[in-house]
């Protein structure tokens, strides 16, 4: 059985990458977890602070699977599409969104602690991509892999809005088709 805070967390990162951070409440956590308001309080007395831990627990995920991917392939391109697949998954049906992505579609309600917690997410991915892409088999200049790694970050969380809008992953395909064919 899962710990109560455990299952908050579960339950608001669900919530936040299928209806948004502002698309749900402590009243609809608790309810959907059977316990009451005071309980999420107790744990995480503002919505801000569950931001920050929902996001410090994504982060570390996502970089786990990414040493993961490091373990599993030598290959700058094998990477990449491990990656690719990374997001693909996240977007789930079409119904779901990577956390930095549903967090980036209203700033406005993030503090600036959370903020720059999705930044340094941003950051350290890109940092990985930037890794994946100066392996032997992946061409690029060292002058334009930031811009690279800033433009697959792009694309990616920009294939998985497709997918969200269009209910579907074939969304999420095909926006990232012609790079899928790159690493081909």
């Excluded at 690029?140 to 997918?163: H, P, R």
């Amino acid at each position: 059985m899962t710990d109560t805070k455990t299952a908050i967390l579960d339950c608001g990162e669900r919530l936040s990458r299928t209806r948004g951070f502002d698309g749900f409440s402590y009243a609809d956590i608790a309810s959907e977890i059977g316990i009451r308001k005071a309980s999420i309080h107790h744990h995480f007395p503002t919505k801000a602070a569950l931001a920050l831990a929902l996001i410090k627990r994504y982060s570390d995920r996502v970089l786990a699977s990414c040493e993961a991917i490091d373990d599993t392939y030598r290959d700058g391109k094998l990477r990449l599409k491990a990656f690719v697949n990374l997001y693909r998954d996240a977007s789930s049906k079409g119904d779901c969104l990577c956390l930095c992505v549903a967090f980036g579609l209203a700033p406005e309600s993030l503090n600036e602690a959370v903020k720059a917690s999705v930044r340094l997410y941003r950051a350290n991915v890109r940092l990985w991509i930037e890794t994946a892409l100066e392996q032997e088999s992946v061409e690029q200049s060292n002058d334009d892999l930031d811009m690279t790694a800033a433009s697959i970050l792009a694309l990616l969380e920009g294939a998985q809005l497709s997918a969200r809008t269009e209910q579907s992953v074939d969304g999420f395909n095909a926006a990232v088709q012609m790079f899928e064919r790159r690493l081909a």
